[in-house]
């Protein structure tokens, strides 16, 4: 088996693990898991700028950096969804007279 088919084999298959497991979380845990994923898309973002810092040619430099573009919209949009589901569990605020 090829280096290249048993990448792709791997791929495949996490993903599919990975949709199990995703489709079977309740809706209770939905928000720290998704705290959990900015946590890791952080580590995603610092990944992708140290292989921009190592870059060799014009071709990994630009990958890398639509790597780390996507990867801060990825995490920042995490973190505003997170943000804006916490706001639905605070109460109502009274007002003051």
């Not at 946590?39 to 995603?44: C, E, K, N, T």
């Not at 071709?59 to 995490?75: C, E, F, K, P, R």
């Amino acid at each position: 088996m090829s280096n290249g088919l048993a990448l792709l084999s791997i791929f495949v298959l996490s993903v599919f693990v990975g949709f199990e497991v995703v489709a079977k979380v309740s809706t209770t845990l939905h928000t720290p898991l998704m705290s959990g994923a900015n946590a890791i898309h952080g580590i995603i973002l610092v990944g992708a700028i140290a292989v921009a810092n190592n870059a060799s040619n014009n071709l990994q430099l630009g990958l890398s950096i639509a790597a780390v573009v996507l990867a801060t919209i990825n995490m920042v949009g995490g973190f505003v969804v997170t943000d804006r589901m916490l706001e639905m569990f605070k109460g109502k605020k009274k007002e003051v007279k």
